[in-house]
């Protein structure tokens, strides 16, 4: 990371989300699978967010839901990287800090969803150490043990 450049936990906004998520490329588009505005302001009531800055630019985000401190599964519910910075290691690096923290706070597991004709993200995420464990309509669902 060159000096301008900083990965941040939860000090992101609404509207910085909602910025953030306009400028990503997901297929299917996010807003086609969930009411954004309801979906945003879960993540901050409940989720943690790992923010990758770059010339106060939000340019990567990762947001998990490490609250089930009874089963210690954690829940990776988005990841996020501007279209212009995509293949440069970013989500690699909110994906490792978010381990990290995960593994402090005693978390056993990480799960998350997946599109099952989203090959890159799911490639992305065998790489990282997730095994696929159950399909659900048009979804994967995978895990990594920590």
């Known amino acids: 990371m060159d000096s301008q450049t900083i990965i941040k936990k939860n000090t992101v906004s609404y509207k910085q989300i909602m910025e953030h998520i306009k400028k990503c490329n997901f297929n299917p588009p996010l807003e086609t699978q969930v009411n954004l505005k309801e979906y945003v302001k879960k993540i901050l009531k409940f989720g943690d967010c790992f923010e ?4 106060n630019k939000l340019i990567g985000l990762i947001v998990v839901y490490l609250n089930d ?3 210690k599964r954690g829940f990776i519910t988005y990841l996020g990287v501007v279209k212009n910075h995509l293949r440069k290691g970013i989500a690699t690096k909110l994906l490792k800090e978010t381990i990290i923290t ?3 706070m005693g978390f056993t597991e990480i799960s998350l ?6 090959y890159p ?14 399909l659900k309509s048009s979804k994967i669902f995978m895990t990594k043990f920590l």
């Open 121 to 134: 993200a799911l490639r992305f995420y065998q790489k990282n150490g997730f095994k696929k464990m159950a």
């Open 69 to 71: 401190y009874k089963t």
């Open 113 to 118: 969803e997946v599109e099952k004709n989203n």
């Open 102 to 104: 995960a593994k402090k």
């Open 52 to 55: 990758y800055w770059r010339n």
